[in-house]
């Protein structure tokens, strides 16, 4: 082990932006031809880290060597001249140009295109062949689904010939079978020698894949372990700095009438295309029913019509009573006065008014009420009070109500509209997304509060693209694909396996562990949605 | 309408086109890089300026164009500058740069020469047509001889050098790596700078290609198409250019047929003023003068397929994860 030299060493790498210590004194030795997996809530330095490595910022302090040589990393040409590669978050590629295109963007030979095109094509063929990495090299990118455009995003760190791939929270965009088969990618790639570095957040990534695992918390490394010699348990509480409780602990529903009653359901976007395709279903009191689905598969929509942000036709009832779908009385407003709570999916553009301050955020939707009324002007000072109370028991932190919503962190934004919609006891809450871009601390908050908001006797739909999050907190769970209600599943009854393939639009029982089947539909259902784009 | 009236209204399109297709073609260079160009009026204009005065005082048009050329590019230095480098608003700076011009090309003309902000009349020193070879041997063929010899030959070089610009253009924009860069940086600069090449060069290289194109259309103006620079001579066609690019969806070969579509217009009204079509049914000249402008709205309005901008058009770039 001694005399092999680590694929990547850094040495003391501090970064601070601005107040804020990003990264704070970091060690860390890659070993070649590993998987070596950082995990760490949001903000806790990770991605400032890799983009260091990557030379796409710059460090205060600190020495990066790669092959046991110290590499003097000051741009991302740098980076790749050293043999790394990177996939960030949110893909770097151009969305019109076409995959070959991108993959020679930067790394062309020669003044002129038409050499470096054809020698892409033959690389990304043999590429394609040993990874299993098939693209249409001459497909658009805007036409390709997420999981390809992925795809292309390491064929073009390995066309540049990367011996070292960095993946930022790669999983979060994909359906468990691309997530799947990008693990199987990625193994492939571990086998040829590569060395890898996963960034993720999922302590269930982590266990599946990596060798060794470093643990940030606040910007500092607090441990490098090996895998195979730690649990889940261990990771969240070097993470959160606490004992964490990683499943939701919740007793068996005991559902009531019927509060919200759904009968096909169509939505048509502005841009003519009809996202939700006749669907029905109904929550009971004290319920929570899961939406589970790949994003853009017609559960926003869903959310939307509900909380009365888009038209739509057909057939709800509230508590017996129907509620219009469009016209008067449709509007976020009146959903609100028929007493249902929408916690919204994209919390920062339609949950918060970024620039407005939290007691302001606490009030939105209800500022009418007659309470916060004091002749023609608003109480102000009883919001105010009423804020700082909520944001007590909510617990967010700061707890400071004079605070720009920007100014908190995800997790506390969320619990910021969670105590605005909850606070108001409605008797169905709306709920997307509710932990995205939230820490694990905080997640379990979040959803104790849900639960208890059950317990309370009250509906509570939610949408969430996290398949772990739907099978925790559902007491019902139905699958949306391609605008339908793909089937309806009981938590204790199904697997993420099963789930999965209905997310991909698959009904029906494929044999055991038969991958082959199931890509090839996979292939065949991306195959008619291209077409369908085309 | 016979054949010589057709033929001398097209030689005025091509004539009144070309200022045109040059700025198009700057904007052009400019938005696909993701850097919107405003100001192609105001290079232009201290373009003509520069041009007209130092073709006069040396009496030579090769260094009125090189005047006319350095000009304009300090004009896109300060732009790029302004937007590129300081992240700045691209249209406040263009506009600023409009003004600028406006106001400073008179004020020098007037220090310079006393005439109430102009140049004095060139008079010889001027671009001189260029007659090709055979147009006076052809010219008794019937039709032929005539479109050769009036319509394609017979004009300035910069005429030349401007149409020659548009599948060069074409090429370098699909066929080079320049041109590869120069579109993706437009689209999405992150991609860009991830590939590992510098955003803020290519946004400069594109926004002084941008200048240069503007030189030669300034020059052109006051010293081929004019003899002279007059106050506010460019008269808004640096905006009908732009307009004229977003006709042509940001496009080369469309760039020269929306600018050529538009000189015909300025044509038409040059000539023919008010258009009577009979029955006292009169199309006034502001009519056709307009017309640019509102099928740019046309089009922008989508009724003539989406035009869709550089996705990065107008926006400065900050590193982001």
Known sequence: MTDIAPAIELKGISKAFGPVQANKDISIRVMPGTIHGIIGENGAGKSTLMSILYGFYKADAGEIWVDGRKADITDSQAAIAAGIGMVFQHFKLVENFSVVENVILGAEDGAFLRPSVSKARKTLKQLAEEYEMHVDPDALIEHLSVGHQQRVEILKALYREANILILDEPTGVLTPAEADHLFRILDNLRKEGKTIILITHKLREIMEITDTVSVMRRGQMTATVKTAETSPEELAELMVGRKVLLRVDKQPPTPGEVILSVKDLHVTDDKGVERVKGISFDIRAGEILGIAGVAGNGQSELMNVLGGIMEASGQITMMGAPLPLSGKGSDGFARRQANIGHVPEDRQREGLIMEFTAWENTVFGYHLDPQWQKGPLMDNKAIRAEAAAKMDRFDVRPPDPDLKAKNFSGGNQQKVVLAREIERNPDLLLVGQPTRGVDIGAIEFIHQEIVRLRDAGKAILLVSVELDEIMSLSDRIAVMFDGKIMGERLPAQTNERELGLLMAGISGEPGKEDWKAVEESLAAVEQEEASQNG | ?321
């Open chain 2, 1 to 321: 309408m016979d054949l010589s009236t057709i033929i001398e209204l097209l030689g005025s399109t091509v004539r009144l086109g070309t200022p045109l297709l040059l700025m198009c073609l700057a904007g052009l260079y400019s938005e696909r890089a993701g850097v919107v160009d405003i100001g192609l009026e105001g290079k232009a204009l201290v373009a003509a300026f520069f041009s007209a005065a130092i073709a006069y005082v040396t009496g030579s048009v090769i260094l009125g164009l090189l005047a006319a050329i350095a000009a304009s590019l300090v004009f896109s230095l300060i732009h790029g500058l302004a937007s590129i480098t300081f992240r700045g608003n691209q249209l406040i700076s263009g506009v600023a740069l409009n003004f600028l011009a406006s106001g400073m090309t008179v004020l020098i003309a007037q220090t310079w020469f006393g005439q109430g902000g102009q140049t004095p009349a060139l008079g010889d020193v001027r671009y001189k047509p260029i007659t090709l070879p055979f147009a006076d041997t052809l010219e008794p063929v019937p039709v032929l001889g005539p479109v050769y010899h009036d319509l394609i030959s017979g004009h300035s070089i910069l005429v030349y050098v401007a149409f020659l610009l548009v599948p060069v253009t074409w090429w370098v924009l699909y066929r080079t790596r320049f041109g590869l860069r120069l579109r993706a940086v437009g689209e999405n600069p992150g991609a860009v700078d991830t590939a590992g090449v510098s955003v803020a060069r290519l946004r400069f290289t594109s926004v002084l290609i941008a200048g240069l194109l503007c030189g030669l259309a300034g020059s052109y103006l006051s010293t081929g198409l004019q003899a002279g620079f007059v106050k506010e001579m460019v008269a808004g066609r640096g905006y009908i250019a732009l307009a004229a690019l977003i006709f042509a969806k940001w496009r080369p070969w469309y760039a020269l047929s929306a600018t050529m579509l538009f000189g015909l217009l300025q044509a038409v009204a040059l000539r023919y003023q008010n258009i009577n079509l009979g029955d006292g049914i009169i199309i006034p000249v502001q009519f056709m003068n307009v017309l640019p402008y509102i099928l740019t709205i046309i089009i922008l309005a989508g009724f003539v397929g989406a035009a869709i901008p550089p996705r990065a058009s107008g926006e400065p770039y900050t590193k982001e994860r």
